[in-house]
């Protein structure tokens, strides 16, 4: 068995995990970044990004052979299509088991689902770190939202985030770059809801796409083809912006390939002493050693590490003293989608494809908007854009040389809202390890127990009836109500399994992401989160890993740990 | 310039390291193995019935596109069992129609037949009742339109290509021949 040294570990290296690996190798530690599946380079490893439509063999839709053997869940994401289908995680290499339908959609090369992530990025609000105290579901937050401000700063000028400074209290401004524009009937509709429901706003979407240069990286050419990865380096993910940061001082040694089957512990330090790997190719077991490690494998993989890490100090699993460790799993809830069509401003258009488009932040339970059926509330996103006639032609009379012409005008103002909702973490909603059923390297895989509960099946009937009122109210025409009834893990926003909290009797983290129990063990993936909110999450993950790292750092400096 | 830097840049290093023009040009000469497959009668009928939805006009129409051979390639590799055999058999189906109400397969119809015939099936479909699955004339329609406007001819005449806008303007004013923005995916 090799042994191998280094200041840091880091496992994982998607949106949490880079972040991790520039903080470390900027402070100068030598950072081990482990990532258990393939390598894939920025800007050459984007092999579809320049692909036309007609080029690939199928039009961009996926063959139904190879989504049935491969892909069945993975496939069920908007993002997965024939040009982007190699950038997920075969279904047929990773089992785990639903003993309730739960979705787990995973990318499994270097920068995860950094490269195929919606880019959605909202702050978190004083009022979300406030809100399990305040209602009594789930146990307090440890930290406040001035705690996190400054770091959602420090990463949102290095990630390059588009948004309006909107001056509301749910979605805090942050740093930046200019918002992308409305189209007109978005404006219409902004200004519908404005006049006819006091307390709730439509603002523009805030993006990780850059509208102007910064660091060496192009702005946003808006192709919206950012799921095959952008050549421009438009976007933030791992691959085009924290990888190459923590590659450029020396310091990172990135392993792809390279499953964690567990965290070694030392009983007698109280300390983790590295990481045992499986090499995903050769099977192949190797040690190593770091005085700090940072878990940011993703919510679920890093729960499963945890879990696999049992000792006689943790039976249970790595930290788990407090029995917390797997449970409490949340998701966003998306079920809810309106739509409808707009019939003026026939003679505006717009040009180009938006990587990005509006939003509706939380107005339910908050000010004088308070609710009996359900606690907490519901962000909406969406956007109105005009396609081409051709989408809705096929239920349109005709046929011929008329309806050909027809066929290639701009479509009909179309769009709509869809509601995300916060899920409140229940001790039920739980992962555990399935030591009878193993994968390919011979690991523990998961058992993933997890539903919708009464809270959020009725916020969404809410999300339905708020959603088409607005629409209503804008005057547009063909409404369409629709509950997709799907389960939790398709909103792809697992957290909460490991969580923190101020308590060791009740979560697993500290204020400062470190495992209550084992000082040198940071979590800075979803796994941490204490509550859901409605904002997309990643933000809030790169900004507690950039002060997760700082702090590591300093504790490190004062030998610590 | 910023923009055409960044595009010679991406291009570069895509074409230099991943897909050549090269390696493009001979994914898009070798035929499809499914393609070949496919009997040159079912072809040749799909061609024509394609091309009687979306004609040439100043656009080069269907047949041109090869919409044919991509609704051959999609109905067997990318639908369901079901969806495969229920297209295929909807298409004899229709064909057995036509050779009972215009005397001939229609391949071998005039214009003003295929045309009558069309408009007779698109009756038919218009009045089918709701649960009985969807009608053949929906999904031929369906897909010729979407093969079409992905095809190359499609997507770069009959619409207005742009895969680079370079930047987002939220309102501009258009007239009644403005053409759509081609749908990239």
């Known amino acids: 068995m090799k042994k191998r040294k280094y200041d840091a570990i880091v496992v994982g290296s998607g949106i949490s995990g880079g972040w991790a690996a520039k903080e470390l190798c900027e402070k100068g530690l030598r950072t081990l970044v482990l990532e258990r599946g393939r390598p894939l380079e920025h800007i050459s490893g984007y092999t579809t990004a320049l692909t036309n439509p007609w080029e690939f063999p199928h039009h961009n839709q996926p063959a139904y052979e190879e989504v049935k053997k491969d892909y069945p869940i993975q496939s069920i994401c908007y993002a997965f299509n024939e040009g982007t289908k190699h950038l997920w995680a075969k279904d047929s290499d990773h089992p785990y088991t639903q003993v309730k339908p739960f979705e787990w959609i995973k990318g499994y090369h270097v920068g995860g689902k950094s490269l195929m992530w919606a880019r959605q990025t909202y702050r978190w609000s004083d009022f979300d770190f406030e809100s399990n105290l305040n209602d009594g579901h789930g146990v307090d937050w440890p930290i406040r939202y001035e705690d996190i401000a400054p770091w959602y700063s420090y990463v949102e000028k290095f990630a390059g985030i588009n948004g309006n400074r909107d001056g509301l209290r749910q979605i805090p401004d942050g740093e930046f770059l200019p918002p992308i524009e409305m189209t007109v009937v978005e404006k219409h509709l902004r200004d519908a809801i404005q006049k006819n429901f006091p307390g709730r706003t439509l603002v523009n979407g805030r993006s990780a796409n850059l509208t102007q240069g910064i660091h060496g990286r192009t702005p946003c050419q808006f192709r919206h083809l950012c799921h095959r990865g952008c050549p421009f380096g438009a976007y933030f993910s791992s691959n085009g912006v924290t990888l190459p940061a923590a590659a450029k001082t020396g310091k990172m040694t990135l392993r792809p390939y390279s499953i964690v089957e567990s965290v070694l512990f030392d009983e007698k330090k109280n300390r983790a002493t590295g990481v045992r790997v499986i090499d995903a190719n050769t099977k192949e077991v190797i040690e190593y050693q770091a005085k700090i490690i940072f878990l940011n494998a993703g919510t679920l993989p890093t729960t499963q590490i945890l879990l696999n890490s049992p000792s006689g100090r943790f039976p249970d699993g790595l930290g788990n003293d407090s029995g917390a460790l797997g449970h409490y799993l949340m998701d966003h809830n998306y079920r809810a989608h309106v739509s409808g069509d707009y019939e003026g401003f026939q003679d505006h258009y717009h040009k180009g494809r938006r990587p990005v488009g509006f939003y509706v932040p939380r107005f339910r339970n908050f000010g004088n908007d308070q609710q009996n059926a359900f606690v907490r509330g519901y962000a909406f996103g969406g956007s109105v854009e005009r396609g081409a006639a051709y989408h809705g032609g096929t239920w349109e009379d005709g046929f011929g040389a008329d309806f050909k012409k027809a066929m290639t005008r701009p479509g009909r103002w179309s769009g709509g809202l869809f509601g995300m909702g916060e899920c409140l973490p229940h001790f039920d909603n739980k992962?555990?390890?399935?030591?009878?059923?193993?994968?390919?390297?011979?690991?523990?895989?998961?058992?993933?127990?997890?539903?919708?509960?009464?809270?959020?099946?009725?916020?969404?009937?809410?999300?339905?009836?708020?959603?088409?009122?607005?629409?209503?109210?804008?005057?547009?025409?063909?409404?369409?109500?629709?509950?997709?009834?799907?389960?939790?893990?398709?909103?792809?926003?697992?957290?909460?399994?490991?969580?923190?909290?101020?308590?060791?009797?009740?979560?697993?983290?500290?204020?400062?992401?470190?495992?209550?129990?084992?000082?040198?063990?940071?979590?800075?993936?979803?796994?941490?989160?204490?509550?859901?909110?409605?904002?997309?999450?990643s933000i809030t993950y790169m900004a507690l890993t950039a002060r997760a790292v700082d702090f590591a750092f300093n504790e490190l400096k004062k030998k610590k740990l | 310039m910023q923009r055409r830097e960044a595009l010679k840049k991406a291009t570069l290093f895509i074409a230099g390291i991943a897909i050549s023009p090269e390696l493009i040009a001979k994914a898009l000469a070798d035929p499809s193995p499914t393609l070949a497959r496919q009997p040159a009668d079912r072809l040749a009928l799909l061609a024509e019935m394609a091309d009687t939805i979306l004609p040439d006009t100043d656009t080069p129409g269907a047949k041109a596109a090869k919409v044919h051979e991509f609704i051959a390639v999609v109905v067997e590799d990318c639908l369901s069992p079901e969806r495969r055999d229920a297209f295929w058999n909807g298409l004899q189906f229709t064909e057995q129609q036509c050779i009972a109400t215009q005397g001939k397969s229609f391949v071998d119809c005039s214009r003003e037949q295929r045309n009558a015939f069309f408009r007779q099936l698109q009756a038919e479909a218009k009045s089918a009742p709701n649960d009985a699955g969807e009608p053949f004339w929906y999904q031929l329609k369906g897909i010729t339109l979407h093969g079409y406007f992905t095809s190359e001819i499609g997507a770069t005449q009959a619409l207005n290509y742009d895969p680079i806008p370079g930047g987002w303007i939220p309102d501009m004013i258009i007239d009644d021949n403005t053409k759509a923005w081609t749908p990239v995916f």
């Open chain 1, 431 to 537: 992962v555990t390890l399935n030591l009878e059923k193993r994968d390919q390297w011979g690991l523990p895989t998961l058992n993933i127990d997890c539903r919708w509960r009464e809270n959020e099946e009725a916020m969404v009937k809410d999300m339905l009836a708020t959603g088409s009122e607005m629409l209503e109210a804008a005057g547009f025409k063909n409404i369409s109500v629709y509950d997709t009834h799907e389960p939790p893990g398709r909103g792809i926003h697992e957290m909460g399994t490991a969580r923190m909290g101020r308590d060791p009797k009740t979560s697993m983290l500290n204020a400062r992401n470190q495992l209550h129990a084992v000082p040198n063990v940071f979590v800075t993936d979803g796994s941490c989160m204490t509550s859901g909110a409605a904002q997309n999450p």
